[in-house]
């Protein structure tokens, strides 16, 4: 009999894409699903969800835009209800480090009934390379709501090792692991060390949440702005100023630094010539 497929939600995110990358290098049977995918997958569309869910073994939830969205909780609810009604075995949660919201989904998956595994992520290094702060490092300065805070930037390829392991081995299962690199580093820091990587200056300016709103909503618009500011509030408050240990108690070695992130993203940070 085939083993049942892992259901990867997000399957073109930064996550998602490196979970299946990984699941399929070690011959696992994966399903990645998300808006344009031929099972399409729509967080919004809670139709599209029991087609996605048909015949899956395990579950990495990756919630779109942000568990800190308001209908984040109801949604996961749902989805958890969804879940065991379709017979999944194993769920995975990407969760985000300090967020109200995030921490109230977290116990909606552990109350699930369900064997799972919890992934507390901090702010990604990869928010550079692939996220929204990539433009601001082509254009050589980086401005955020975030003070003189220190955040421990954790490497996305971290953080899949991690999840893959949740998914497919059952010694991860009722553990929260808190994910973070080695080292804090304020975003002065982080421009530091992405000014060395890419051979040319890229300052950090902060700004205070009102700046920040404001811009942002010009580029994505105010429901974007509104979601990613009040984060930010919640957020850079110094509540993640910590390390965590969850890369070392799921795999056993010790995370990548953001030099090193740094070093091998550099092709991301060279302008056209």
Known sequence: ????????????????????????ERGHAVRGVSRNTEIPFVWEKRETWPEALRGAGAVYISYSPDLAAPGAPAD?????????????????????????????????VRGSGLPYTLLRASWFAQNFTEGPLLGPVLDGLIAMPAGEVAEPFIDLDDLA????????????EGRLY???????????EAAARITEAAGRPVAYLPV???QFHAEL?????????????????EVFDGR????????????????????SFCRDASPAWTLPS
């Open 161 to 172: 090792d991690v999840a893959v392991a949740a998914l497919t081995d059952a010694r991860h």
């Open 240 to 259: 993640n100023a910590s390390l965590g240990h969850g890369v070392r108690e799921a795999l056993g070695r010790e995370p990548r630094d953001f030099a």
């Open 208 to 210: 205070t949440l009102e």
């Open 217 to 233: 909503s010009r580029q994505a618009g105010p429901e974007y702005a509104h979601l990613l500011t009040e984060l930010c509030r």
């Open 76 to 108: 996961i609810e749902a989805f958890v209800a969804a879940a065991a009604d379709a017979g999944v075995e194993r769920l995975v949660l990407l969760s985000g480090r300090g967020e109200h919201n995030a921490v109230r989904c977290e116990e909606i």
């Open 1 to 24: 009999m085939a083993a049942k497929p892992v259901l990867v939600i997000g399957a073109t995110g930064k996550t998602g894409s490196r979970v299946i990358t990984r699941l399929n």
């Open 178 to 188: 808190e994910l973070t690199g080695p080292e804090l580093l304020t975003f002065h």
